[in-house]
T-cell receptor, first 111, second 114 residues
Framework: RKEVEQDPGPFNVPEGATVAFNCTYS??????FFWYRQDCRKEPKLLMS???SGNEDGRFTAQLNRASQYISLLIRDSKLSDSATYLC????????????FGKGTRLHILP | EAGVTQSPTHLIKTRGQQVTLRCSPI?????VYWYQQALGLGLQFLLW???????NRGNFPPRFSGRQFPNYSSELNVNALELEDSALYLC?????????????FGPGTRLTVL
């Protein structure tokens, strides 16, 4: 099993719809989780951290399911500007202190 | 406040050459991370420096090396370039050595090896 896995997509979603995608991780000792957004040929930018209790930032909701070892990102009332690649990041606070990025899920919002 | 800066923005080299990429972190950040983003492979963790020390490195050969200077800026050196080294090299910085710190990325250096 890969350390961090994401559905590459693309997810083609009409404007205004709700879309959700998951990211699974293999190391049960992983401690911190993030969602980043990357626009075409640009650097990744932090979207939100993911907390155990789940957290919301406007139209975006992130959740962590430790039992099933996945994190999720929900986008409500999607906008054209949400079109991007969404990367999940898993930090493992073990001896290796590895920082692992998923390959990303491509999202296309359709007008 | 200035973000993470990287130079050069683009670079073309030939196989066997050596290259040095540079990164300046956000003011106050002591940790610098280097990543390689090759087409179709996602971001691969290369190196992590904090307070001038190498804290960890990813699964890359020794010809990938770097250092961090007293002002926390960093260099990534790649020797004996190979075609598959063509990629976007991203630098990120964060406040401290705890890996839970949020990382902020620079715009990257796009390296093409011919």
């Amino acid at each position: 099993r890969k350390e961090v896995e994401q559905d590459p997509g693309p997810f083609n979603v009409p404007e205004g719809a709700t879309v959700a995608f998951n990211c699974t991780y293999s190391n049960s000792a992983s401690q911190s989780f993030f969602w980043y957004r990357q626009d075409c040929r640009k650097e990744p930018k932090l979207l939100m951290s993911v907390y155990s209790s789940g957290n919301e930032d406007g139209r975006f909701t992130a959740q962590l399911n430790r039992a099933s070892q996945y994190i999720s990102l929900l986008i409500r009332d999607s906008k054209l500007s949400d079109s991007a690649t969404y990367l999940c990041v898993v930090n493992n606070l073990n001896r290796d202190d590895k920082i692992i990025f998923g390959k990303g899920t491509r999202l296309h919002i359709l007008p | 406040e200035a973000g993470v800066t990287q130079s050069p923005t683009h670079l073309i080299k030939t196989r066997g050459q050596q290259v040095t990429l540079r990164c300046s972190p956000i003011s106050g950040h002591t940790s610098v991370y280097w990543y390689q983003q090759a087409l179709g492979l996602g971001l691969q963790f290369l190196l992590w420096y904090d307070e001038g020390e190498e804290r960890n490195r990813g699964n890359f050969p020794p010809r990938f090396s770097g250092r961090q200077f007293p002002n926390y800026s960093s260099e990534l050196n790649v020797n004996a370039l190979e075609l598959e080294d063509s990629a976007l090299y991203l630098c990120a910085s964060s406040l401290g050595q705890i890996t839970t710190d949020t990382q902020y990325f620079g715009p990257g250096t796009r390296l093409t090896v011919l």
